[in-house]
């Protein structure tokens, strides 16, 4: 090949992989197989090789080059890059609204411009001439550091682009989910944002480009004619940057609320992690005539999503007792707002976790909710401790009914041993009228706690035989109500075999085990005459979990509870009564999120029967 005949190759080559590039990343519609980008790129890496001079520095083989770098250079900001103020919820949005509509009371009226806020880390590009020439860090706002090389090993960022003038890009870099797995197997980083910025600032760039990171450009700094934040999205789009396709306009502060709070529930949607969303007016001059405060635009600010995880103070550690008898210590919280909740109380798990966690009461601790859903407390800041904190002291006796507990083997809890304990049968009644076991539409703790309090209920049994009478003796009782609670006891006079088995609170047993027990044995009968031997022998049950159930059916105390239960006419249907057809027999079905026409338990139910 000669010469031209390889500068004209080199040329479209160039051409055709910027084009395929464009439309995987930007477009987020591919032409070709990204192996057929590589083919290609590794024709126009030989070419080059082989005639030095057509290398230029916008070809797509440059994007890992050069040497490692003894320090980063400084680079000073064109404009400062600022940072923005922090909204927590509506009526911070609100009184920031107010704020603007003092300067200007046309202030958002052309509506905001809302972006998902990355948890990455904040980059300036300056393009001269269509070529990237300096890629930096945010640092102070006014200077930072020269990270082109590292910058260049980006993939999402263009090397070149169709606008000779000088150009001032904005926008995020950061580490996919799928990215920080695959390199936490081997590496060890605290959070994608850590990794990301870390990579940044790496002086190896083949380090960098090893660790595949990504990017959103999100403001055009350069004036090209754009009027609002929206059509600088657009222009960017234009010239090949990667912009978000879930950034959005909305026209008022309760469309905000509405992306904000669809974001905060749906983000783990996402293959990247955000904290929030940034609202921005969207009127350029509108922005530019609201200033900046300190080093905050006010024309813009960051709306966080609930914290997953704050500080509070450990008031006080209680010991509650479970329907088995596990004592379990609980955190007692000075109020706090984690997840869109409020939480004021946290499990501490058993004496082991208070031992490993060091908690004291009267510490500051850091709480979050366990798959964003359950308080946890996850350790005591030890730094702000004053002297004043108390070491907690497991009970040695239930703080129910006083008699002792034990802790048996290797078992990490404490358990109350007394059969009768209040607490223990309390617990019991509020599993019994539960979803999953009983199902007692209407009958609720509080009502049972009514019920035990006046001594009108002592088991679950017991629950059968109530009249309309009684609970016209409790608090907030009239004919209806009262009438409406027997029916929703009698309408659950009749149940099937593994409901029950599940609603009797057997020490490990859940509601998968009670299924399992049903389908075996048929009837309640079968299964309370059953040895331990032939329990032992079934599949998912061990060793632990069938001297559980044989003991339970041995203990006299639920035999008279069994037989008492017979007597109010309850009607247990056999796992042959229950059974309806085998039509979905051998499927597999996964319920989650709602359902539109029934529970999730009911269409368990169904698919079950059938």
């Not at 960098?208 to 789009?237: N, P, V, W």
């Not at 992690?273 to 509108?286: A, L, Y």
Request: hydrophobic residues 35%.
């Amino acid at each position: 090949m000669t010469k031209a005949e390889a500068r004209a190759r080199v040329a479209k080559l160039k051409e055709t992989i910027t084009t395929y590039r464009y439309h995987r990343l930007v477009l987020d519609t591919p032409m070709v197989e990204e192996s057929v980008e590589d083919s290609l790129k590794k024709e126009l890496f030989d070419l080059e090789q082989e005639f030095p001079e057509l290398m230029m520095p916008d070809s797509p083989t440059q994007r890992v080059g050069g040497k490692p770098l003894d320090k980063f250079e400084k680079f000073t900001h064109p404009t400062r890059m600022l940072s923005l103020l922090d909204a927590f919820g509506k009526q911070d949005l609100e009184d920031w609204l107010a704020r603007l509509k003092r300067i200007d009371p046309r202030a958002g009226d052309s509506g905001y411009f809302c972006e998902l806020k990355l948890d990455g880390l904040a980059i300036e590009l300056v393009y001269k001439n269509g070529l990237l020439e300096v890629g930096a860090t945010r640092g102070d706002g006014t200077i930072g550091e020269n990270v082109t090389q590292n910058l260049r090993t980006v993939e999402a960022l263009p090397l070149a682009i169709d606008e000779k003038k000088e150009l001032v890009i904005r926008g995020e870099v950061f580490i996919t989910k799928k990215e920080f797995k695959r390199i936490t197997k081997t590496e060890d980083f605290a959070n994608p944002r850590n990794l990301a910025a870390g990579s940044i600032r790496q002086l190896d760039p083949g380090i960098t480009a090893s660790r595949k990171m990504d990017s959103f450009a999100y403001s055009l700094i350069t004036d090209l004619g754009q009027k609002t934040h929206e059509e600088e999205h657009k222009i960017l789009h234009k010239l090949g940057f990667k912009i978000n396709s879930h950034n959005k306009f909305c026209k008022t502060l309760e469309e905000v609320q509405e992306s904000r709070d669809y974001w905060e529930k749906h983000r783990e949607k996402l293959d990247y992690e955000i904290d929030g969303i940034v609202v921005i007016v969207n009127d350029d001059r509108m922005f530019q005539k609201l200033g900046v405060i300190g080093k905050t635009p006010r024309g813009a600010i960051a709306y966080k999503f609930s914290p997953r995880e704050s500080t509070t103070k450990l008031l006080d550690i209680i010991v509650s007792v479970g329907r088995t008898g596990t004592l379990t210590p609980v955190a007692v919280l000075e109020p706090v707002e984690i997840g869109g909740t409020t939480v004021s109380r946290a499990t501490l798990h058993n004496e082991d976790e208070i031992k490993r966690l060091g908690v004291k009461i009267g510490d500051t601790v850091v709480v979050g909710r366990a798959g964003d859903v359950i308080p946890d407390v996850k350790k005591a800041i030890v730094e702000l401790r004053t002297g004043k904190e108390k070491e907690f002291v497991f009970p040695k006796k239930c703080p129910a009914c006083d008699h002792p507990v034990m802790r048996r083997g290797i078992d990490v809890a404490y358990r109350c041993i007394n059969k009768t304990c209040p607490a223990i049968k309390r617990e019991s009644m509020y599993h019994f009228i539960a979803k999953g076991a009983m199902d007692l539409d209407g009958i609720g703790p509080k009502l049972i706690d009514q019920l035990m309090d006046t001594g009108l209920i002592k088991d679950p049994a017991d629950l059968y035989s109530l009249k309309k009478e009684d609970f016209l003796n409790l608090d907030r009782f009239a004919d209806k109500s009262a009438e409406n609670a027997v029916a929703a006891i009698q309408a659950r006079k009749t149940v099937p075999l593994d409901r029950f088995i599940f609603a009797l609170g057997i020490p490990h047993v859940g509601s998968e085990t009670a299924t399992d027990l049903a389908r075996h044995f048929g009837t309640l009968e079968k299964l309370a005459f059953s040895s331990l031997e032939s329990l032992v022998t079934l599949r998912d049950i061990g060793d632990i979990v069938a001297k559980s159930i044989y003991e339970w059916f041995q203990n006299l105390h639920n035999k008279k509870l069994l037989e008492k239960f017979k007597k109010t006419g309850l009607k247990i249907l056999t796992a042959e009564t229950s059974q309806k057809s085998n039509k979905l027999q051998n499927l597999t079905f996964v319920f989650t999120g709602s359902l539109e026409t029934i529970s999730r338990e009911s269409a368990d139910a169904l698919v079950r029967s059938h």
